[in-house]
């Protein structure tokens, strides 16, 4: 088990070179085995720099998908009352467009290695009703009733944390993001969008 800092890394704090150092060390120990103390030891910065970027070890993994939702949940409470289906199909790729491979992307292809079946469940849900919820306003405001507006951000939120499990699953190469969540919207397209 390393918990030296590497000869040559930047003794300057980023957030990429936390994230990689968490992943290391997930993928070395497991997450639970895992502290705030060995990320930052590991990374060679103090345990400050490690919360000027992250507000949790969990954090880590989901701060880019995290920023991503968060633009696409304000881009959803800008639509009016003329949004369809289509307006937040466009929203939702522009969460997964040019989405590289991450610290989320990583856990999700190495759950097991990385020990993070429960905290990714739990943390999976927790974005998934969030996004759901945006979505079904403005399918409210678009007049859509309550429990079909309700049913359709559910379906729309679970396509795209879907098409993401499944992308980082499949690998690197195998398929887009967007090809992926096109996958899943077609899924979607069954629970329509409509009155």
């Known amino acids: 088990m390393a918990t030296e800092s590497r ?11 936390l994230a990689e150092a968490a992943c290391e060390l997930f993928l070395e120990q497991g997450y639970d085995a895992t502290s705030v103390a060995d990320i930052t ?8 720099s490690f919360f000027n970027y992250f507000s949790s070890k969990s954090d880590v993994l989901w701060s880019g998908l995290d920023a991503r939702v968060e633009t696409a949940l304000a ?9 369809d289906g289509s307006a937040v199909e466009m929203i939702l790729v522009g969460v ?3 989405f590289a491979p991450d610290p989320l992307a990583l856990a999700l292809r190495n759950t097991a290695a990385m020990g993070v079946e ?7 849900a927790l974005r998934q009703a969030r ?3 945006g979505i079904a306003a403005a ?4 007049g859509i009733a309550e429990i079909r507006a309700d049913v359709v951000g559910a379906a729309y939120a679970g396509a795209l944390l879907s098409s993401l499990r499944i992308w980082a699953v ?3 190469g195998q398929s887009t993001p967007e090809q992926v969540l096109d996958e899943a919207v077609a899924v979607v397209h069954e629970v329509r969008w409509g009155r």
């Open 170 to 172: 499949r690998g690197a």
């Open 139 to 142: 399918a409210k405001r678009a």
């Open 7 to 17: 000869a040559g890394r930047p003794k300057v704090s980023s957030r990429e070179t």
């Open 75 to 83: 881009a959803l409470d800008r639509l009016d009352a003329d949004a």
């Open 118 to 124: 429960d905290e990714l469940l739990r943390d999976s």
């Open 96 to 98: 997964v467009h040019d």
């Open 131 to 133: 996004l759901a919820g």
């Open 41 to 48: 030891q590991r990374a060679g910065v103090s345990r400050s």
